[in-house]
């Protein structure tokens, strides 16, 4: 079963404008969150992270929000730029003794700018 | 700082050999994860090292195994092949300073095989 889930493979968004990501996750047990964006040929680039202790946290154009009781979250990029456009990945960690366990990832959403 | 490496880039074995991989992590860096990335199933945790150490291991068959070497740098072996193991192999490592878990990615090695 699915634990990390991004229900959309694609989206499409105007440049300038806002793009929203979305990520649901089934284990109550996660208690740390990343966003990674990936281009073809290329591992995964580390975006912006969140630990369940916030409900919010920023780094530029990026906004990672998570609801603990919806067990969702959301990834804000304001504005959106072409260089945007890649396969986002959200991930999901249960940390344990403070090591780093393995990471659970959604299958990825496509972000597509357009000019 | 140099981000972390792997190598080879590019393999294409034959079912019923077995394959190595490399990968070094960023420096100061001492946990090592290993994940595989296909088409179907996507990205998936395969193995985690620290201080020489497996720690964490995913839900993959005993032919897939690793090691880390005393500088940290770590290995994956696959035994065996088979078709289905053709994917995209990634080493991530971490610092696992205080707060800092966040896992940074090498560019993998496409393994194919025939």
């Known amino acids: 079963d699915q634990q990390v889930k991004q229900n959309s493979p694609s989206l499409s968004v105007q440049e300038g404008r806002i793009s929203i990501l979305n990520c649901d996750y089934t284990?109550?047990?996660?208690?740390?969150f990343l966003w990674y964006k990936k281009y073809p040929a290329e591992g995964p680039t580390f975006l912006i992270s969140?630990?369940?202790?916030?409900d919010k946290n920023e780094d530029g154009r990026f906004t990672v929000f998570l609801n603990k009781s919806a067990k969702h979250l959301s990834l804000h990029i304001v504005p959106s730029q072409p260089g945007d456009s890649a396969v986002y990945f959200c991930?999901?960690?249960?940390?344990?003794?403070?090591?780093?366990?393995?990471?659970?990832f959604g299958k990825g959403t496509h972000l597509i700018i357009q000019p | 700082k140099a981000g972390v490496t792997q190598t080879p880039r590019y393999l294409i074995k034959t079912r019923g050999q077995q394959v190595t991989l490399s990968c070094s992590p960023i420096s100061g860096h001492r946990s090592v994860s290993w994940y595989q990335q296909t088409p179907g199933q996507g990205l998936q945790f395969l193995f985690e090292?620290?201080?020489?150490?497996?720690?964490n291991k995913g839900n993959f068959p005993g032919r897939f195994s690793g090691r880390q070497f005393s500088n940290s740098r770590s290995e994956m072996n696959v035994s065996t092949l088979e078709l289905g193991d053709s994917a995209l192999y990634l080493c991530a490592s971490s610092s696992l300073r205080a707060g800092d878990y966040e896992q940074y990615f090498g560019p993998g090695t496409r393994l194919t095989v025939t």
């Open positions: 969140i630990s369940s202790i916030k």
């Open positions: 991930a999901a960690s249960a940390r344990t003794g403070g090591g780093a366990d393995g990471l659970t």
């Open positions: 284990n109550s047990m996660f208690d740390y």
């Open positions: 090292y620290f201080s020489e150490t497996q720690r």
